[in-house]
Structure formats: structure tokens, C-alpha cells
């Protein structure tokens, strides 16, 4: 099956920039997506790309796709608190019926 | 709008008991998901259904059986429960239609501890 992998940590001072890195196996993916977890809670989507685009911004998250590497980022400009949480990626595979999630980064912004 | 609504929130069984999880979601999504999450190995797919009366198998579907009798219903079914299957099981909905950006809508979660 696919695989997606992560890396499990990523600790940052507020203010900084983040980057949050995925790579993938099944170069077949549509679209990529990046949900955002909070303790106690289900995941929410915070942006998308679709595979034929190389970057996408959306006001502090920025999204790169680098298809001939299979590696899929997250940039957050200007990190805060409230942007502690687990992060991952995910890919639609199964012909468009499922998202493959990655392993998920947790990211702990420090003050 | 309750969104996606899983019951219970938490559990706690002895191995070889049964117990059923249940989803509900008032969206009227076609599509819907049973994941589990477990430390450093993501979200991981059971099963799914494209619509009512549907299932299929997802990554890790050894162990659950799942049913989907009413649209708005996705049951996962632990017949008999090991511990290999403590962990925090979500369940997801989305549209059939609106494109492949229609994004999976999460309950939020169920605990379950098998000892």
C-alpha cells in the first residue's frame, strides 16, 4: 500500500517559521491535503493542493509540492501557541474513494 | 448541524467482549470512514463505505466488521476484542459529489482500552 511518512517531531520558538515535511510513495495522488489535530480532538482540514500545482499559499500556511521528489510541505510563517498540535499530511488514493494519512508531526511551539 | 457524532467517547473492555461504536453524521455525506490512530503510525483506514449499503475493506480491516444500513449510520463492530485494538478510533464523512477537494469532516474520537 502507500506510504507516507513524517517525522514525529518538530519544536520551534514562537515567532519562527515551521516547516512540516511529508514524503510519499504513490505518485498517483490528486490531491494532498494537510489536517491539523488538537489534543482531545478529530482532525480539521487546514489546506489542500492539487497535483498539478508546485505551490499554494493560504495566509500564513504555505503548501510546496516537489512531484519528481514525492515530498509535500508545510510552511507556517510567524508560529504561534495556538499552532501547537499534530500535523499531517494525507494523500486520495483508492481511485478518489480514500485519504492515506501520513504519520503525523507534532509540532510544540515554545515561548 | 452536530457534524459527525461518534458514541461512545470512551471504553474500556476486557478481551474477548464485544461492543460496537457508532457514527452518525447529519450532513448527508455519502462517503464514510472508520480510522484508528495509534502513537507514531498515523491514521490508519479499517473500512469505509461509498454509500448506503456499501462497505469495503481498508488497511487494517482484520478483527472489525462494519455495517451501513441508513446513510447517515456507519457501525464498527469489534466481535471479539484483543489488545492489540486499544487505541483511538475516529470516524469520517464526506460528499459523494463536489469534487476530489471535498474535505473528510472528523467526529472526535473514541477511546477504547482492551485488557
Known amino acids: 500500500g502507500e506510504d507516507v511518512e513524517q517525522s514525529l517531531f518538530l519544536s520551534v520558538r514562537e515567532g519562527d517559521s515551521s516547516v512540516i515535511n511529508c514524503t510519499y510513495t504513490d505518485s498517483s495522488s490528486t490531491y494532498l491535503y494537510w489536517y491539523k489535530q488538537e489534543p482531545g480532538a478529530g482532525l480539521q482540514l487546514l489546506t489542500y493542493?492539487?497535483?498539478?500545482?508546485d505551490m499554494k499559499q493560504d495566509q500564513r500556511l504555505t503548501v510546496l509540492l516537489n512531484k519528481k521528489d514525492k515530498h509535500l510541505s508545510l510552511r507556517i510563517a510567524d508560529t504561534q501557541t495556538g499552532d501547537s498540535a499534530i500535523y499531517f499530511c494525507?494523500?486520495?488514493?483508492?481511485?478518489?474513494?480514500?485519504?492515506?494519512f501520513g504519520t503525523g508531526t507534532q509540532l510544540k511551539v515554545e515561548l | 448541524n452536530a457534524g459527525v457524532t461518534q458514541t461512545p467517547k470512551f471504553r474500556v473492555l476486557k478481551t474477548g467482549q464485544s461492543m460496537t461504536l457508532l457514527c452518525a453524521q447529519d450532513m448527508n455525506h455519502e462517503y464514510m470512514y472508520w480510522y484508528r490512530q495509534d502513537p507514531g503510525m498515523g491514521l490508519r483506514l479499517i473500512h469505509y463505505?461509498?454509500?448506503?449499503?456499501?462497505?469495503a475493506k481498508g488497511e487494517v480491516p482484520d478483527g472489525y466488521n462494519v455495517s451501513r444500513l441508513k446513510k447517515q449510520n456507519f457501525l464498527l463492530g469489534l466481535e471479539s476484542a484483543a489488545p492489540s485494538q486499544t487505541s483511538v478510533y475516529f470516524c469520517?464523512?464526506?460528499?459523494?459529489?463536489?469534487?476530489?477537494?471535498?474535505?473528510?469532516?472528523f467526529g472526535n474520537g473514541t477511546r477504547l482500552t482492551v485488557t
Open positions: 493542493i492539487f497535483s498539478n500545482m
Open positions: 469520517a464523512s464526506r460528499p459523494g459529489t463536489g469534487g476530489y477537494n471535498s474535505p473528510l469532516h
Open positions: 463505505s461509498v454509500g448506503e449499503g456499501t462497505t
Open positions: 494525507a494523500l486520495l488514493t483508492g481511485g478518489g474513494n480514500k485519504l492515506t
